[in-house]
């Protein structure tokens, strides 16, 4: 595909939307490897020059995504994409496995998650 400003802004809107329904922060969206090369090292480190090979790639601890529109190949890939690393952000503890899927089919099926609560240790009795 290829990156135009009214791309942008539908990438931009889709992380919107998608994000409020995860109850997570927006994060940054960068769109080209040069944006991703102009991160700070720390921030993008481990994937930083490899990531021009991935449809996305999240860097969680700087709340940024990566979204390679030029590999993507159309428009179902590029929100199954988005959802995918938002899924990244929401729940950061999990690897690719069956829940994770699950999960991304279940964003893509429209559904969300209630906002994050810390569980709190049951009082002694």
Known sequence: MRL????RLGILEKIGVYSERFSIPEPRVL?????????PKEATA????????YYGVSYLRHNAV????????????????????????RFQYLGHGRRFNRLVRRGLRGGGFAPYKRRTAPAAI
């Open 66 to 89: 990566f979204i390679n529109v030029r590999k993507i190949p159309d428009e179902k890939e590029l929100e199954k994409t988005i959802v995918h690393e938002l899924i990244h952000m």
């Open 4 to 7: 135009d400003p009214e791309m």
């Open 46 to 53: 481990g994937r930083r020059t490899s990531a021009y090979k």
């Open 31 to 39: 769109l080209t490897t040069r944006e991703v090369l102009e991160m």
